[in-house]
T-cell receptor
């Protein structure tokens, strides 16, 4: 079975500060990992994904994530938070040949002016 | 530039009533899926389809039916609504192995 754990259901950072959202996973086979963002009253949008190759993945809106197999982690970072980053963020996992996507429980990011 | 379209956006049902949530996509995607989103639980997969005529169960399929007669449409049917099915429902589609595109969601309340 595979699972995704997001540490911290709520994270607050000041505008201009570093954003760090944590995601750990469990998978018996090499994972595909994703970060999605959900703005209020909207569906989810893909921020970035890791399948194979380079472990540092760059996404939209200045976000990036690093796949660390030894730590089973895929944390999302952004060097400088912007007010428009306030949203809920979901980490998700799938595998090659498995079309099902398993989501974490989400982290709500609040930006303090 | 429609993408994934869900209807209705809001619905209130009484316990025991049935209804269908509609989902249509215009991107010719093989894969379509339904998720429900509940506070503190993230998104959970209800049913999915990898092509017309093919459907399979996800993590929480009980109380829901799906069919896939065309590539474009993937309706979700609630057979006999229960308060536990109060949730926000999302339809998503993609090409196999590709990026998921989500609809805007359907908020369902069962009284």
């Amino acid at each position: 079975a595979q699972s995704v754990t997001q540490l911290g259901s709520h994270v607050s950072v000041s505008e201009g500060a570093l954003v760090l959202l944590r995601c750990n996973y469990s998978s018996s086979v090499p994972p595909y990992l994703f970060w999605y963002v959900q703005y209020p009253n909207q569906g989810l949008q893909l921020l970035l994904k890791y399948t194979t190759g380079a472990t540092l993945v760059k996404g939209i809106n200045g976000f990036e994530a690093e796949f660390k197999k030894s730590e089973t982690s895929f944390h999302l970072t952004k060097p400088s938070a912007h007010m428009s980053d306030a949203a809920e963020y979901f980490c998700a996992l799938s595998n090659f040949g498995n079309e099902k996507l398993t989501f974490g429980t989400g982290t709500r990011l609040t930006i303090i002016p | 530039n429609a993408g994934v379209t869900q209807t209705p956006k809001f619905q209130v049902l009484k316990t025991g009533q049935s209804m269908t949530l509609q989902c249509a996509q215009d991107m010719n995607h093989e894969y379509m899926s339904w998720y429900r989103q509940d506070p503190g639980m993230g998104l959970r997969l209800i049913h999915y389809s990898v092509g017309a005529g093919i459907t399979d169960q996800g993590e929480v399929p009980n109380g829901y039916n799906v069919s896939r007669s065309t590539t474009e449409d993937f309706p979700l049917r609630l057979l006999s609504a229960a308060p536990s099915q109060t949730s926000v429902y999302f339809c998503a589609s993609r090409t196999l192995g590709g990026k998921l595109f989500f609809g805007e969601g359907s908020r369902l309340t069962v009284l």
